[in-house]
């Protein structure tokens, strides 16, 4: 309707327009002010309305890339769930019911719309004033993410990314809107008895209704995209929340009794899930349907074999604490994390699958593509290499390769640990290559003896007196015998080690030095079981793991 008048205006109505003012120039002109105003005022919500909008989408739709687990609106509505009042709460609860979620979900739609438009209106009266509403709307959201347990460094650049683009696009809108404001005929200043006003103006009307219309229908494209993406991550989502896992066939053995050192900065025994460091190679979060998953084991076998996940579920599993730890991992790093892990172990699945003589490597792969090459004898040998289903009593989280993954005790994950599992391929070294054996590392990787200080932390102060020194040691699968301190590279001290969980995981230790005021440099040395210590030579983390001995600087304050 509006276009059409438009389309009228600027062939014949050029003439009517000119008319008004030079005929009648003073009842007409303010009554018309305030209507352009009004005009302009309602296309900048408009503006304010697509460019928000379109930013929130793409911040769904990227957060369901990194993700399947994080969207911004989802955790600002989480936040606000967490800060309203009780009474609150029960009063939606009793007026919308189980529409609860979707109340505030609408809600939160009609409160972002409302500053959107505003951020509009703001941004066509004064620049930048509607950028400082987006910009406000992206920290609430940022703080809403990193509030939430589950957020990681990904999922935080999300709200970043949609204020960007939200005034990023607003400005650009705005400015179109402008443009065509100040060619209209109908702005005085515009008004000059010359032809090209006119022209110009629904130049630059067709222009910002161009870009309006386009960004939306973008934004539309970006919505569709987002909610298929959603949709499939709260399907498999739902399959996962709702997966009850077997029991181990036998108990996990238990926890020593003094295994866990409690001192404070020293991390507990078992790494949260939340807080298990996570690498991949995948930009995105495989999203994979456990109800459609299988595992194929196929290359030198007697007979290929298929297994899904109602079957694997339905194995006698075994239940293991195990430390993994990355061949990324730098001395005194923090890529490693020990959990218990429930799977089953997968020389069952080779037996059934019968490795042909010769092979020496299985090439386990990923749904993303990863690839990793582990020593057949590793998966076949009494070490409990499990093909993993839960991961400290959780079904795995989507970052640790829900809904199947491998764990292999004493190995490198980039050799072992694929996650998102589907195929094992019975192989030779010589025949197949893992995904980063041609990207420069080695292609055996065994975990190599090493040790942490976790307190006092590095470059930290601390006061004279007895100084507590704590933190953990490793030798996945040989287990650790000793571990000693040296203070200024003078003698080893024997620190007290706590009873391991198993060979297979961490140990913590600790050892109370009398320090007097001054700079000290603590070093940290493990021995295996075996009596091995650690290399001292320090190496970087590339081909093959990391070595040296962790060193801290303590500043002693009296
Ligand atoms: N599919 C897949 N599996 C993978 C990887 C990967 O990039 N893709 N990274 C591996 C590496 S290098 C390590 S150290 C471990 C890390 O496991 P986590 O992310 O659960 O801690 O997973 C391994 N499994
Ligand atoms: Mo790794």
């Known amino acids: ?157 999300v709200p970043v990314l949609v204020a960007l683009v939200g005034i990023a696009l607003l400005r650009w809108l705005i400015r179109k809107l402008l443009a065509w404001q100040a060619a209209a005929p109908a702005a005085p200043a515009a008004a000059a008895p010359d032809e090209s006003p006119a022209g110009e103006a629904a130049l630059a009307r067709r222009r910002f209704l161009l870009a309006l219309g386009g960004t939306a229908a973008g934004a539309g494209v970006v919505g569709v995209l987002a909610s298929t993406l959603r949709g499939a991550a709260a399907v498999v989502s739902d399959v996962r929340s709702r997966l009850a896992l077997p029991a181990a066939a036998a108990p996990v053995p238990p926890i020593p009794a003094g295994a866990e050192i409690r001192l404070d900065g020293l991390g507990p025994l078992v790494t949260p899930n939340k807080d298990f460091y996570r690498i991949d190679t995948a930009l995105r979060v495989p999203l994979v349907d456990p109800t459609t998953w299988t595992l194929k084991v196929a290359g030198m076998v007697e007979r290929e074999v298929e297994l899904d996940f109602a079957t694997l579920l339905a194995k006698p599993m075994t239940e293991r604490h195990v430390t993994i730890a990355c061949v990324s991992n730098e001395v005194g790093g923090d890529l490693i994390g020990n959990a218990r892990w429930l799977g089953w172990p997968v ?81 030779r070294y010589s025949d197949d290559v893992a995904y980063w054996t041609p990207r420069g590392w080695s292609e055996r990787g065994p975990i190599k003896t090493s040790s942490r200080i976790d307190v006092p932390q590095d470059g930290h102060g601390v006061t004279a007196g007895i ?40 140990y913590q230790w600790k050892l109370p030095l009398a320090l007097t005021p001054g700079q000290y440099e603590v070093q940290v040395r493990a021995t295996t079981l075996d009596g091995v210590p650690q290399v001292e030579e320090s190496a970087p983390v590339a081909p093959s793991g990391a070595t040296g001995f962790h060193t801290v600087r303590v500043m002693v304050n009296s």
């Open 1 to 157: 309707m509006d276009e059409t008048r438009a389309g009228h205006g600027q062939h014949g109505g050029k003439v009517q327009v000119q008319q008004g003012p030079a005929q009648q120039p003073q009842p007409r002109q303010p009554r018309q002010r305030p209507r352009p105003q009004r005009r302009r005022d309602l296309w900048a919500a408009g503006a304010g309305l697509v460019a928000v909008g379109t930013a929130v989408l793409l911040g769904e739709l990227a957060a369901g890339l990194v993700s399947p687990t994080v969207s911004p609106v989802t955790a600002v509505g989480g936040a606000v769930i967490d800060a309203v009042p009780p009474g609150v709460k029960e009063w939606v609860i009793s007026v919308f019911g189980t529409a609860d979620k979707v109340a505030l979900l609408g809600g939160m739609s009609l409160v972002i719309a409302a500053l959107a438009a505003l951020s509009g209106v703001l941004e066509v009266r004064r620049r930048f004033a509607g950028v400082a509403v987006i910009a406000v709307f992206g920290a609430v959201g940022l703080v809403a993410v990193v509030s939430r347990a589950d957020a990681t460094a990904n999922a935080i650049a």
């Open 347 to 427: 020389r069952e699945l080779l037996a059934m699958a019968g490795p042909k003589p010769g092979a020496d490597m299985v090439l386990s792969r990923s749904t993303d593509g990863f690839t990793a090459g582990t020593p057949l004898e590793a998966l076949t040998d009494s070490r409990d290499a499990l093909l993993v289903v839960g991961m400290n009593g959780e079904p795995l989280p989507f970052e640790h390769g829900f809904p199947v993954r491998l764990i292999v005790p004493g190995l490198y994950g980039y050799v072992s640990a694929t996650k998102w599992v589907t195929e094992l391929k019975v192989t």
């Open 467 to 506: 100084v507590v020194f704590g933190g953990v040691a490793w030798a996945q699968h040989t287990g650790i015998g000793k571990v000693e301190l040296r203070v200024n590279r003078g003698g080893w001290q024997q620190a007290e080690l706590a009873p391991g969980i198993s060979k297979d995981t961490w």
